[in-house]
Each structure stands twice: as C-alpha cells, then as structure tokens.
C-alpha cells in the first residue's frame, strides 16, 4: 500500500474473536484512499465477524483474504489469493492455534511461490504469564531458530519495551532491535521509538509522536527522524458515536485502520496523509475514507450525525429524488427500512448530485444513508 505504517506495536498482540452483540449499529464495509487507488472491502458473518477482505493495492495488484474461525470465534486459518491471468489464486495461507484462554499460541504461514506445493515459512511462538504475552520467537521452516523477542510491561500494566535480538545469523547483540513506548498521565500512547544496536550504541531509526483531543481520540500521528517530521496522519471523527457501536473488521494480519495502533474512542472517518518529499517538504498525498454499513435499529440510527449542506427532494416521494451536496461528495445511498433491512443501494457514484428512483419501495418510512468523503448522513425518508 501507498501508506506505510510507521509504528511496531507487534502483530502478536492479536485478540481472539468474538461475535458483535446487537446493539452494534454501524459496520466498517471499506477503508479507501481519496485518489481511488486503494481500498480495502470487508465481508462479515451473521456474527458480524470478518470473513473476506478485498484488497487493491496502488500497484494495481488485487488479493483476497478469506478468514476460517473455530467454536470459540478464533480465527484458524487465513487463505490469502491474488488475481492472476484473470483467475483467483490461493498464493499463501496462516494457520493459527490458541490455548483455552483465546491466547495464540502459534502463526505457521505457507507459501506456493508460484507452483502447486506449499511450503512451510516461518512459525512464530508465543508464550504468556497471566494471560499477557511476555515472548515470542520466530522459527524459519517451523526448525531454525530465527529471532526471539522479550516484552516488558510497567506496573500499570502497559506495554514499554519489546527487545528482540537475531539468531538466525551470529545470535549477537549486533542483529538487536528494540521498541520502546512511553505514555501520557492519562495512559495514551506519547511515543514510540525504535532503535538498532550498531555495535557500541543504540541508534534511533525514528519516533512516532501522538496527539489527542478531549475524548482521548487521536487526531495527529507524526513520524520524526531526528526533529523532521517525515510522515503525518491526521484524523477526524464522527462523535455522535463510539467504537463500541461500530463493528471493525478483525484480521490478524491486517493493521492498516490504525485503530488497534491508537487510541479511538469515537467513530473514526477520515485520515489525511502527508509525507517528505525530495525536497525535505511535508505534503499533502491523499485522504483515506472510512465508509460503514448501518447495522442498527431504526430509532438508534435516527440520532445519527447530520449535515446542514445536504439536501433531499421532495420529501415525501413517490418516484424520483433529488439528493444533493453544497460541498461533499456523495459515494454510497443505502435505504434502510423500519427492520433494519437493505433494501435499495447505489454505488459508486462520487457526485455532488445525484437521483434515486424510489417508485418500487412499499409506502412507509425509511432511513436513507449516505457516505460522504466527510463521514455518514443520515436522514429520514417518506415514500408515499
């Protein structure tokens, strides 16, 4: 992807899975950048849990990865294809175990490299005190000893190191890295920094710097090499709404929504990046749009977020109508009836202004829902 994530809170963080709860009203369906070239789409159960993920790289490259859970909503397994000659093809998978606390015990990945045999990769082990990880290692082809990683927590409870050191070469304190994560008073991540043992010292390869409004939702994530500031992440929030009211989609393998990274506790719907370019310069690249799917009941959705410069006519309807923007762009309309249902959608429209023909709706009352490059509108619709 053209975004590159910048912190390492280890992946071996993972949570077991867990099916959403009722009172779930929106779900996360797509994270996508403003230019187009990228996007992630998300697919989940009845359980509303993750089951694929479709993905479009800048490069032009399409994958799909489809999730397998077991009795306890674990995820076991993670089958990755990719779009070749026109066909999906399974290129790689992820086997995963668990011990009876959800805790995982193991990551095996495999490989095709292009023929029919899978070949086994690495395999990492983890191992836990209390429920909380304290080590890991990686094994190349399930037998080497490649690395081995220490974390160590302060007495709240909060992550501050993790130390790994390479054995795969010479097992010295030459092939070390560390991560190391200090805090604000309010337990918010502060920084992270990330340092390489050069032989007699202990030389940083960059700090990330976060930033917080009052509800403790971050809205700026600055990397710094030294004093410059080479990459920047910019947030914005709906605040009429929780994380605990949103489903996210849960991939082991997949943190590119941030929000396992940072602190989120509002619905998160816009990110803007910037970057260094040759010349030394923060710019401006793209923004990345969270678009949801509204899950929820017909009066929970109603005090939903609502914008002034939308309009909608006429209102009742009976056939066609208007729906229009002074400055947002209009990607997805869903209509949602009293249950809850989908019953008319339209895609991809990217507009200011559009019309919806409504004439084949039952009379009654409805929600219509638009994703906007801002965030979701909600309104109420009458068809005569």
Same mark, same amino acid.
């Given at each position: 992807m053209k975004k590159i994530l910048l912190v390492c809170i280890t992946a071996v963080f993972s949570i077991a899975?867990?099916?959403q709860n009722v009172d779930k009203e929106y779900s996360l369906s797509e994270y996508r950048s403003s230019d187009d070239l990228e996007h992630e789409r998300y697919t989940y @159960?009845? /359980?509303? $849990? #993750?089951?694929?993920?479709?993905i479009l790289l800048e490069s032009g490259i399409e994958v799909k990865d489809s999730l397998t859970y077991d009795a306890s909503n674990n995820v076991i397994k993670l089958d990755r294809h990719q779009l070749l000659n026109g066909s999906w093809t399974l290129v790689s998978y992820i086997d995963y175990t668990y011990d009876a606390n959800g805790n995982r015990l193991s990551r095996s990945n495999y490989n095709s490299f292009g023929g029919p045999t899978f070949t086994l990769g690495g395999v990492y082990n983890y191992f836990y005190e209390n429920n909380r990880l304290t080590d890991w290692e990686l094994l190349f082809g399930g037998?080497?000893?490649?690395?081995?990683?220490?974390?160590?927590? @302060?007495? /709240?409870? $909060? #992550?501050?190191?993790?130390?790994?050191?390479?054995?795969?070469?010479?097992?010295?304190?030459?092939?070390?890295?560390?991560?190391?994560?200090q805090y604000n008073l309010d337990g918010t991540l502060n920084t992270s920094s990330q340092a390489f043992w050069s032989g007699s010292t202990w030389d940083t390869a960059g700090t990330e710097w976060f930033f917080y409004d009052d509800n403790k939702n971050c809205i700026k994530w600055d990397h710094k090499n030294g004093n410059t500031v080479t990459n920047r992440n910019e947030y914005e929030y709906n605040l009429e709404f929780t994380v605990d009211q949103l489903v996210l989609p849960?991939?082991?393998?997949?943190?590119?929504?941030?929000?396992?990274?940072?602190?989120?506790?509002?619905?998160?719907?816009?990110q803007h990046w910037y970057t260094e370019n040759d010349l030394g310069e923060l710019v401006y690249v793209c923004d990345y749009i969270y678009d949801y799917d509204f899950i929820g009941t017909m009066g929970v959705a109603a005090q939903g977020f609502h914008a002034d410069n939308f309009s909608m006519y006429p209102n009742p309807a009976s056939s066609l109508i208007t729906i229009a923007s002074d400055k947002d762009i209009i990607r997805n309309i869903d209509i949602i009836d009293t249950t809850g249902k989908l019953v008319?959608?339209?895609?991809?429209?990217n507009n200011k202004e559009t019309n919806l023909?409504?004439?084949?709706?039952?009379?009654?009352?409805?929600?219509?829902?638009?994703?906007?490059?801002?965030?979701?509108v909600t309104e109420k619709l009458i068809v005569q």
């Amino acid at each position: 992807m053209k975004k590159i994530l910048l912190v390492c809170i280890t992946a071996v963080f993972s949570i077991a899975g867990f099916a959403q709860n009722v009172d779930k009203e929106y779900s996360l369906s797509e994270y996508r950048s403003s230019d187009d070239l990228e996007h992630e789409r998300y697919t989940y @159960n009845s /359980d509303m $849990l #993750l089951v694929a993920t479709d993905i479009l790289l800048e490069s032009g490259i399409e994958v799909k990865d489809s999730l397998t859970y077991d009795a306890s909503n674990n995820v076991i397994k993670l089958d990755r294809h990719q779009l070749l000659n026109g066909s999906w093809t399974l290129v790689s998978y992820i086997d995963y175990t668990y011990d009876a606390n959800g805790n995982r015990l193991s990551r095996s990945n495999y490989n095709s490299f292009g023929g029919p045999t899978f070949t086994l990769g690495g395999v990492y082990n983890y191992f836990y005190e209390n429920n909380r990880l304290t080590d890991w290692e990686l094994l190349f082809g399930g037998t080497d000893l490649a690395e081995v990683c220490t974390l160590t927590y @302060n007495v /709240d409870g $909060l #992550l501050i190191e993790e130390f790994a050191q390479d054995t795969w070469n010479s097992g010295t304190l030459e092939n070390s890295w560390k991560i190391v994560y200090q805090y604000n008073l309010d337990g918010t991540l502060n920084t992270s920094s990330q340092a390489f043992w050069s032989g007699s010292t202990w030389d940083t390869a960059g700090t990330e710097w976060f930033f917080y409004d009052d509800n403790k939702n971050c809205i700026k994530w600055d990397h710094k090499n030294g004093n410059t500031v080479t990459n920047r992440n910019e947030y914005e929030y709906n605040l009429e709404f929780t994380v605990d009211q949103l489903v996210l989609p849960y991939n082991p393998e997949d943190d590119s929504k941030d929000t396992s990274l940072i602190e989120m506790k509002n619905m998160p719907i816009l990110q803007h990046w910037y970057t260094e370019n040759d010349l030394g310069e923060l710019v401006y690249v793209c923004d990345y749009i969270y678009d949801y799917d509204f899950i929820g009941t017909m009066g929970v959705a109603a005090q939903g977020f609502h914008a002034d410069n939308f309009s909608m006519y006429p209102n009742p309807a009976s056939s066609l109508i208007t729906i229009a923007s002074d400055k947002d762009i209009i990607r997805n309309i869903d209509i949602i009836d009293t249950t809850g249902k989908l019953v008319l959608k339209k895609s991809n429209l990217n507009n200011k202004e559009t019309n919806l023909d409504v004439s084949n709706l039952q009379s009654g009352v409805y929600l219509m829902r638009l994703s906007t490059s801002k965030g979701i509108v909600t309104e109420k619709l009458i068809v005569q």
